[in-house]
């Protein structure tokens, strides 16, 4: 992997992640732009314990542009945009409009791949690991700064959830404090082990490989199923065999499968509704352990998969139990969203 390391024209920073050495990338961005201005601020709920932030220059961020205004796409003669080289493997930046940025954290966007029509599923094995190595590389960096606490990558795909630019991409997080899910997850491991003795994510793993009903797919390294309690409709965990706390800790042969086992699960969800149905939309984020906080060694790093599509034009919306109070309510039993998972499997 060859990086690239850039400003844009208003300071912020390109990362170019190539596949071969000798590419070279020297484009200019040359576009009069003004220096970025945030207002993001963090303020904690006294109830809930958790953070918020606020943000209100996101109010003027790109929606929804034509697709020869996109400007996740390469920059040509005429039309600059994001990025300023004709083309790219793999490209990550600093958010225009961010949710966090300066002491309040940093937000990063991660472009696939310059053509504005594919997806992550469309990627060969070989980008789809240069972008498991981008991510990596973007934890490390980020694990750095004073002000993170946690990293999470992930990826929206579909007008369904809310994406605003129909380009492949995902996003970095850099968070200045550790989520409500994670710390949920650590107190749970944390109660496990003292119950147990044992890890609480290697025996989940366990639980399901021995019951078997929930296993979408089972490699030499991974490890996808639908979790017992599923919370969405269609979703997935894809767990290392040899558990990891983040993406950094990944040995190499992990590494390799991964971009086999991640591209078949992506195409398995577009082919979830059957044939004539629009892409599945859906949510990929990756769980990797924050970095100084308590019982981080008990972690284990994972990708959760879902879909907010119930059935065939249905929507699950997160209603009066699921908003209000946060119980939710799944109209898919999980072993049946597994079964639909493995028919639909590549032959």
Not at 101 to 121: I, K, L, M
Not at 256 to 269: G, K
């Amino acid at each position: 992997m060859k990086k690239t390391v850039t400003t844009l024209a208003d300071g912020r920073e390109l990362i170019y992640y190539d596949g071969r050495d000798d590419v070279v990338r020297d484009a200019v961005d040359r576009r009069p732009l003004d220096a970025v201005s945030t207002s993001s601020e963090i303020r904690r709920d006294p109830l809930l314990g958790d953070s918020v932030a606020i943000a209100s220059h996101r109010q003027g961020r790109t929606y929804h542009p034509p697709a020869d205004q996109c400007p996740l796409c390469p920059s040509r003669e005429g039309r600059a945009g994001e990025i300023p080289e004709a083309d790219y493997e793999v490209a990550v930046f600093e958010n225009r409009f961010p949710s966090l940025a300066g002491d309040s954290g940093r937000c990063e966007v991660v472009c696939f791949t310059s053509d504005h029509d594919a997806s992550f599923a469309d990627l060969t094995e070989e980008r789809a690991r240069l972008v498991l190595d981008a991510w990596t590389d973007r934890t490390a960096a980020l694990a750095g700064l004073p002000q993170v606490e946690q990293v999470f990558c992930f990826e929206n795909r579909g007008a369904e959830i809310g994406v605003t630019l129909g380009h492949p991409h995902g996003q970095i997080y850099g968070y200045p404090f550790v989520t409500p899910r994670t710390e949920l997850m650590l107190r749970s491991a944390a109660a496990h082990r003292a119950e147990s003795g044992r890890n609480l994510f290697e025996d989940v793993v366990a639980r399901e490989e021995a019951d078997g009903s929930r296993i979408v797919l089972a490699a030499e390294h991974w490890i996808a199923f639908v979790p017992y309690a599923a919370h969405w409709p269609y979703e997935v965990h894809l767990h290392p065999r040899r558990r990891a706390a983040d993406l950094r800790d990944l040995d190499e042969a992990a590494r390799t499968e991964f971009a086999q086992v991640y591209l078949e699960l992506l195409r398995r969800f577009d082919r979830i509704f059957g044939p004539g149905e629009p892409p599945t939309p859906y949510i990929s984020a990756w769980h990797q352990a924050p970095f100084g906080a308590p019982g981080r060694e008990e972690f284990g790093l994972h990708l959760e998969l879902f879909t907010v599509r119930r059935t065939s034009g249905k929507l699950k919306f997160l209603a009066g139990s699921e908003s209000g109070m946060s119980v939710f309510i799944n109209d898919v039993p999980p072993e049946t969203a597994a079964q639909r998972l493995r028919e639909v499997a590549s032959q």
